[in-house]
């Protein structure tokens, strides 16, 4: 009868084991670089004014808002009139999460689009509402408004490349856990 009979050293296994254990104890290096990630993608959609998802172009604003923009002297890109949504943009992250996100109250509708809720417009400090249109004046002391269609301007998501970078993020941590580098 044959026997073989192999020893192994198994220091090294054991060792880079342990690194690898400590280093899923706190992941919080790990998601840091998947929130940053994350916040990278939110800021191209806005520089480049498209879907982070998909990389398509967000839908034109409507020529009457666009017009109304104007006026109030507001020419920059869509979504940053006065530059409250893209600024409140922020990352956390800890152990187990990596979020990026805003808690401005408008920005979920301008994200996913969707339609605002009917509501009455009254004057703020006047007795009445007073415009023209089409050469016509007119002078209301409210005015219902039906709610408005609000299309998809999604800023928040990763892509196929953003996913890739986070796999990779993911990669490097474990193999430097793992080889102690």
Known sequence: MLKIEVNLDSAEVDAALTRLVHAMNDTTPLMMGLAQVMAEASERAFETETDPITGARWPSLTPDYKRQRAEAGHTGP???????????????????????????????????????????????????????????????????????????????GVGPHDKQDMKEIIADYARTALLGK
């Open 78 to 156: 869509m979504l940053q009139r006065n530059g409250t949504l893209r600024t409140s943009m922020h990352q956390e992250y800890g152990h187990l999460y990596a979020r990026y996100g805003t808690n401005v109250t408008y920005a979920a509708i301008q994200c996913f689009g969707g339609i605002t809720r009917a509501h009455w417009i009254r004057p703020r400090d006047k007795k009445a509402l007073a415009w023209r249109k089409g050469g016509k004046s007119y002078v209301r002391r409210a005015v219902f408004h039906p709610g408005s269609e609000i299309p998809r301007r999604r800023f928040l």
